[in-house]
Every structure is written in C-alpha cells, then in structure tokens.
C-alpha cells in the first residue's frame, strides 16, 4: 500500500478515536487525510484520467460539504472509501502513462524518417518529370504540408519532453495520417505504419 495513502488511514483511526465532538475532529482529520493523498496525483489524474478526475473533484466537494453540514459520519466515510481510491487512480495513472508511451515510442521511432523521406521526394519531383496523376500544383501543396508536418512534429517531441504524453501522442497521431495523405497525393506507396 502507497505510504502516503498508509499514513492517510492512520491519521483518520487517530482523528476516529477522538470523537468526543460528535464526529468533527475525526470528520475534518480524514478530510484532510484524503486532500494530503490526492495532491501529488490530482494533476497527473486530470490529465490522463479526465473523466475520473471529474468524479474524485465532485466527491471531495461532496465531503466537504458533508463537513461544512455537521454531517460528520457520513463524511468520514466517505472520506475514507475516497482515500483508498486514491490508490487505485494512481495505478491507473501509471499504467495510462506506460501505455502512451509504449504507443509514442512506436510513431517516434518512425515519423522522422517519413517526414525526411516527403521532403525528398518534393524535392526530387519539383524538377522531374512527374508521375501520372501527380500534378505541380500536389508538389507545391505537399511542400507547404511537409512543412506544417515538420512543425507538428517538433511541437509533439516538445509536449513528450514535458511529460504532457497525451498532447504529444495526439499530434503524433495528427503527423501520422497527414504523413499518409501527403505520401498518397506524391503517387507514393503508403506505408502501412502510416495507415
């Protein structure tokens, strides 16, 4: 069990124990308990888990209002319960993560080479004879794409730089398909990684 969320429990069958208030020292101490456990994951939770960090936000305002009403039991129980989830949110944040970057690995391993390969194949064609069904103006389109694509990229290495997996694998995605379509209007083979 994560220590933080351990030393949360225990601080909550402290704040139990003196419960000669009704309920309210136990009631705010597991509150709190369950604020201190779900800091450090609430970034990373609303970023990869967006729908269940719309839940766990919706619940702690449910609690703390529960404190606010005088309706400690309830509250510290659902403190409780909230804590333990906790847990499991920053499980599933950490599988997120190593799933997203499992997939960016994947497109970072061959996106450059394909964006290295549409520039030199605008450059061989702007001066050759072009391939039936190819006409200037697909060149000049898929110069200015090719372009576009190279920013994108460079914009999605950024976001992976900075831990954001979920923009960079998003823009990687939007390079990949763009990638195909560029390669297509060239009359080049569409490599099936691109589609």
């Given at each position: 069990?994560?220590?933080?969320?351990?030393?949360?429990?225990?601080?909550?069958?402290?704040?139990?124990?003196?419960?000669?208030?009704?309920?309210?020292?136990?009631?705010?101490?597991?509150?709190?308990?369950?604020?201190?456990?779900?800091?450090?994951?609430?970034?990373?939770?609303?970023?990869?888990?967006?729908?269940?960090?719309?839940?766990?936000?919706?619940?702690?305002?449910?609690?703390?209002?529960?404190?606010?009403?005088?309706?400690?039991?309830?509250?510290?129980?659902?403190?409780?319960?909230?804590?333990?989830?906790?847990?499991?949110?920053?499980?599933?944040?950490?599988?997120?993560?190593?799933?997203?970057?499992?997939?960016?690995?994947?497109l970072g391993a061959g996106?450059?080479?394909?964006?290295?390969?549409?520039?030199?194949?605008?450059?061989?064609?702007?001066?050759?004879?072009?391939?039936?069904?190819?006409?200037?103006?697909?060149?000049?389109?898929?110069?200015?794409?090719?372009?576009?694509?190279?920013?994108?990229?460079?914009?999605?290495?950024?976001?992976?730089?900075?831990?954001?997996?979920?923009?960079?694998?998003?823009?990687?995605?939007?390079?990949?398909?763009?990638?195909?379509?560029?390669?297509?209007?060239?009359?080049?083979?569409?490599?099936?990684?691109?589609?």
């Amino acid at each position: 069990m994560n220590k933080l969320i351990w030393s949360a429990l225990v601080a909550v069958s402290l704040g139990t124990a003196a419960c000669g208030d009704g309920g309210k020292a136990g009631a705010e101490a597991a509150l709190q308990a369950l604020e201190s456990a779900y800091a450090p994951v609430k970034a990373d939770v609303a970023m990869y888990l967006p729908d269940e960090a719309t839940k766990m936000n919706a619940a702690l305002a449910a609690v703390q209002e529960s404190v606010a009403d005088g309706e400690y039991v309830q509250a510290m129980t659902d403190a409780q319960g909230m804590t333990a989830k906790v847990g499991e949110l920053a499980t599933a944040v950490a599988s997120k993560k190593a799933e997203l970057t499992k997939a960016w690995e994947g497109l970072g391993a061959g996106l450059p080479g394909v964006i290295e390969n549409i520039n030199a194949t605008v450059a061989k064609l702007t001066n050759a004879k072009l391939p039936k069904g190819v006409t200037k103006e697909a060149i000049e389109s898929a110069r200015t794409s090719a372009a576009a694509l190279s920013i994108t990229w460079e914009q999605a290495t950024a976001a992976f730089k900075s831990a954001d997996l979920t923009d960079a694998l998003a823009k990687a995605e939007t390079v990949k398909i763009k990638a195909g379509e560029i390669l297509a209007s060239l009359g080049q083979p569409v490599p099936d990684s691109l589609k």
